[in-house]
């Protein structure tokens, strides 16, 4: 089963606007994080922005913002004022808790990725 | 600077050249992790390391091999490359599993033909 989902193959906005990329989760683990990161063309992974599953307040990282309805399992990331150099793919990932030693142990889990184009 | 290197960043090979992606982190981290990108399925975990000589299977490790016999370095070996194994792979560090995040090496991108 996927347990992450990210359902907009690609977004387009334009500069200066919001725009919110989705994700759903599924995890019967009551501890886990979840992750966005972004890669630009050069393809590197940029870390933006973390919520725990135990987290009370939605997280924020300057433009980045992560609305966690955690009883829908979603998280999605809301990229606000957006600019040129915010065009990359964004990935949704998840980190469960687990047991230590199991195969799922630290594992990051990643969506298939939105691709967002700011056009000027 | 706090880093993940890997290399090389490219390589074009043919099938059944052995070959090595090197990873090395300078951040004390004890879990390590190597992933591949393809395009529609985003990252998928090939093996992971939770410490030196603890190694263990992810979830696409057929045709690869990795080894820990140093903290900082978590090499990956491609015994008999074929064409399936042609993509962007991605080395990561962090202190440890869940809660932490992940730090990312800049990718090597691998084709086999």
């Known amino acids: 089963a996927q347990k992450i989902t990210q359902t907009q193959p690609g977004m387009f906005v334009q500069e200066k606007e919001a725009v919110t990329l989705d994700c759903t989760y599924d995890t019967s683990d009551p501890s886990y994080g979840l992750f966005w990161y972004k890669q630009p063309s050069s393809g590197e992974m940029i870390f933006l922005i973390y919520?725990?599953?135990?987290?009370?307040q939605n997280a924020t990282e300057g433009r980045y913002s992560l609305n966690f309805q955690k009883a829908r399992k979603s998280a999605n990331l809301v990229i606000s004022a957006s600019q040129l150099g915010d065009s990359a793919m964004y990935f949704c990932?998840?980190?469960?808790?687990?047991?230590?030693?199991?195969?799922?142990?630290?594992?990051?889990?990643f969506g298939q990725g939105t691709i967002l184009t700011v056009h000027p | 600077e706090a880093q993940v290197t890997q290399n090389p960043r490219y390589l074009i090979t043919v099938t059944g050249k052995k070959l090595t992606v090197t990873c090395s982190q300078n951040?004390?981290?004890?879990?390590m992790s190597w992933y591949r990108q393809d395009p529609g399925l985003g990252l998928r975990q090939i093996y992971y390391s939770m410490n030196v000589e603890v190694t263990d299977k992810g979830d696409v490790p057929e045709g690869y091999k990795v080894s820990r016999k140093e903290k900082r370095n978590f090499p990956l070996i491609l015994e008999s490359p074929s064409p399936n194994q042609t993509s962007l792979y991605f080395c990561?560090?962090?202190?440890?599993?869940?809660?932490?995040?992940?730090?990312f090496g800049p990718g090597t991108r691998l084709t086999v033909t």
């Open positions: 990932a998840m980190r469960e808790g687990g047991d230590a030693g199991g195969t799922s142990y630290g594992k990051l889990t």
């Open positions: 919520q725990g599953s135990y987290d009370q």
């Open positions: 990561a560090s962090s202190l440890g599993g869940f809660p932490y995040e992940q730090y």
């Open positions: 951040m004390n981290h004890e879990y």
